[in-house]
């Protein structure tokens, strides 16, 4: 529990009578927490890391889950007290390797990593929560033939789900009032009794797909740590640790930085704001979801400074955290962390887990003959850096495609496309410096990567008002058309659309709330959009249910469900051929 601010010595003062004083030392146990998150199944190296942000290129090689598991087991080596966790988002918006399995592979080689107990994070909900519920319990998939591969790649069939523990105390079953999985779990080790609460940020709702969260609320996370502290303190808890997935930023202006600094105190950040609500009992906080490194000392409740720890995400970093516990009156003396670059070039120390290295190789073998499958071509670099009006090449041409996809009668007869930029998880490099530079030739495995998410294409109707109001809840503040209940500020950034050819308008952040894009300016083909009118509009399924706050497009009418997303960018490379970037031409900002 907290910091006890008593010296760790007594003396027993017996000076008046001539003898010596006397020392006695409170003794105390070490436990050490090793963490991670947002592994996002990165079971391959995620590539290289940049030593420090101001360094103009990444040069140490990183990542790859047997070489994690070396890392953890080395520091569990250093200490038979250990705990390893993770912060969340350990599956979901995962490369080919795992995703082609549903993230069945990633819950495989954790298991054998020593993984204890998991915060879900919300990318544990994209498969819904049904699916997340058997990847804690195993099985196979009810539809998919690619589940339970044990045979094949040397793992128990059916699939065994998770070892470890999936915690989510803000997540409730509302037909139940009871939370979605355990709300914490306690741990004996070294002798004492450590308490690890885990959440999810309360937001969830507003970045999954809406019908992956149906039945369930998220709560407010501060509240729900404060309210559990009582449950644990009358369990005999000696050490309160929340895994959490929410984070914060670190300033890029700060380019002295490296994983270990806290530059900027995490100042504004969900994150901290959390932290400063938490009961003066919560020992550490180990944090994720924004995917940076930052090593902090932040302010709780009571203005004690605390540990607040996140390593990056892929398996790039991971955190080695010290717990020294005064076992005479189960205070917390000191937290100590730091986080570690998982190097793969550490051969002198560190043993990578062949078993864990086989079972990635055997889904890679299952999967190479998807991956390798060339769909199409590019002339230069697609990429998702944006203008200075938030238009991206890459969002040009994946709006264009699913345009594509949906524009003919039958299938949907759409006049515009809209694509969110959260969706879009990569670029699409040209080759550079290889055997075969200048081919441009795009993969599967490659396409999958921009888009892994699963969603199928859904045209429907707008008024052309509405295609305004859409246009607004761009722009945070904006809740026009928000359903009852719905948060009005779940987005703490503006979430530019990417449109197709032939949608064009003008916006200017005004500080006017629904108060940024022009109406006269909104144009299909050249011609002003009439707000009476209807148009067909295709977005994908995860937009077309609110998510990401677009709540206008659920009131579209006379909705058609088309193709896969994916499928819709491979046949927008068989009809063109090679393709070149976007224009950037199609969102202007307004004079």
């Given at each position: 529990m907290k910091l006890n601010k008593l010296a760790f010595g007594i003396a027993l003062g017996l000076g008046a009578f001539g003898l010596a004083h006397a020392v006695t030392t409170i003794p105390t146990v070490t436990i050490k927490i090793v963490a991670f998150n947002d592994f996002h199944g990165q079971l391959e190296s995620p590539g290289n890391l940049r030593n420090l942000p101001s360094d103009p290129t990444a040069t140490i090689p990183v990542g790859g889950v047997d070489w994690l598991a070396g890392y953890v087991e080395n520091l569990k080596s250093q200490n038979p007290s250990s705990i390893v966790v993770s912060a969340g988002d350990i599956i979901g918006a995962t490369p080919l390797v795992s995703?082609?399995?549903?993230?069945?592979?990633?819950?495989?080689?954790?298991?054998?990593?020593?993984?204890?107990?998991?915060?879900?994070?919300?990318?544990?909900?994209?498969?819904?929560?049904?699916?997340?519920?058997?990847?804690?319990?195993?099985?196979?998939?009810?539809?998919?033939?690619?589940?339970?591969?044990?045979?094949?790649?040397?793992?128990?069939?059916?699939?065994?789900?998770?070892?470890?523990?999936?915690?989510?105390?803000?997540?409730?079953?509302?037909?139940?009032?009871?939370?979605?999985?355990?709300?914490?779990?306690?741990?004996?080790?070294?002798?004492?009794?450590?308490?690890?609460?885990?959440?999810?940020?309360?937001?969830?709702?507003?970045?999954?797909?809406?019908?992956?969260?149906?039945?369930?609320?998220?709560?407010?996370?501060?509240?729900?740590?404060?309210?559990?502290?009582?449950?644990?303190?009358?369990?005999?808890?000696e050490a309160v640790v929340v895994l959490i997935h929410q984070g914060g930023t670190i300033p890029v202006s700060q380019t002295a930085s490296t994983i270990n600094n806290c530059d900027g105190g995490l100042d504004g950040s969900p994150l901290k704001t959390i932290v400063n609500q938490l009961d003066d009992e919560v020992d550490l906080v180990i944090s994720g979801h924004t995917h940076q490194a930052y090593n902090c000392q932040i302010a709780n409740k009571a203005g004690r400074l605390i540990s607040v720890t996140s390593a990056n995400s892929q398996g790039r970093v991971l955190t080695d955290i010290d717990v020294a516990i005064n076992t005479a009156n189960g205070e917390v003396s000191s937290v100590s962390a730091e986080n570690i670059v998982v190097d793969r070039r550490a051969t002198a120390t560190i043993t990578p887990n062949a078993a864990i290295k086989t079972i990635?190789?055997?889904?890679?073998?299952?999967?190479?003959?998807?991956?390798?499958?060339?769909?199409?071509?590019?002339?230069?670099?697609?990429?998702?850096?944006?203008?200075?009006?938030?238009?991206?090449?890459?969002?040009?041409?994946?709006?264009?495609?699913?345009?594509?996809?949906?524009?003919?009668?039958?299938?949907?007869?759409?006049?515009?496309?809209?694509?969110?930029?959260?969706?879009?998880?990569?670029?699409?490099t040209y080759p550079s410096g290889t055997a075969n530079e200048g081919d441009g030739k795009v993969t599967y495995a490659e396409a999958f990567t921009v888009q892994p998410f699963g969603n199928t294409v859904v045209?429907?109707?707008?008024?052309?008002?509405?295609?305004?109001?859409?246009?607004?809840?761009?722009?945070?503040?904006?809740?026009?058309?928000?359903?009852?209940?719905?948060?009005?500020?779940?987005?703490?950034?503006?979430?530019?659309?990417?449109?197709?050819?032939?949608?064009?308008?003008?916006?200017?952040?005004?500080?006017?709330?629904?108060?940024?894009?022009?109406?006269?300016?909104?144009?299909?083909?050249?011609?002003?959009?009439?707000?009476?009118?209807?148009?067909?509009?295709?977005?994908?399924?995860?937009m077309a249910d609110g998510g990401d706050q677009y709540y206008v497009l659920t009131q579209g009418t006379n909705r058609l469900g088309g193709a896969l997303d994916l499928d819709a960018l491979e046949s927008y490379f068989t009809v063109n051929g090679t393709v070149a970037p976007g224009p950037q031409n199609r969102i202007l900002p307004a004079p």
């Open positions: 995703a082609l399995f549903h993230d069945e592979p990633t819950i495989e080689t954790m298991n054998r990593l020593g993984l204890e107990f998991n915060a879900v994070g919300n990318h544990e909900f994209d498969e819904g929560k049904n699916e997340l519920k058997r990847m804690q319990n195993g099985g196979c998939h009810p539809t998919d033939p690619n589940s339970c591969q044990g045979a094949s790649v040397g793992t128990p069939v059916p699939f065994e789900g998770a070892a470890f523990k999936f915690l989510a105390a803000n997540v409730v079953e509302t037909a139940t009032g009871k939370t979605l999985f355990p709300q914490y779990a306690i741990k004996v080790v070294g002798g004492v009794r450590i308490g690890f609460i885990g959440m999810t940020l309360k937001e969830t709702p507003t970045i999954v797909t809406p019908t992956g969260v149906a039945g369930l609320e998220f709560k407010d996370e501060a509240a729900t740590v404060n309210a559990l502290i009582p449950k644990l303190r009358a369990r005999g808890v990635v190789n055997n889904y890679k073998t299952l999967s190479t003959p998807i991956a390798n499958r060339v769909i199409g071509s590019i002339s230069a670099a697609i990429t998702t850096t944006a203008n200075a009006a938030g238009e991206s090449a890459l969002g040009d041409v994946i709006a264009d495609a699913q345009l594509l996809a949906t524009r003919n009668v039958g299938f949907g007869e759409a006049v515009a496309a809209f694509m969110n930029p959260g969706g879009i998880r990569a670029n699409l045209t429907l109707t707008l008024t052309g008002a509405q295609i305004h109001t859409l246009l607004e809840q761009q722009f945070t503040g904006c809740t026009v058309g928000y359903p009852a209940g719905a948060p009005a500020s779940g987005q703490p950034f503006n979430r530019i659309l990417q449109v197709s050819d032939g949608f064009s308008y003008e916006w200017k952040e005004k500080g006017t709330a629904c108060d940024n894009v022009d109406p006269a300016s909104i144009k299909i083909n050249g011609v002003v959009v009439d707000p009476a009118a209807s148009y067909r509009i295709t977005v994908n399924n995860f």
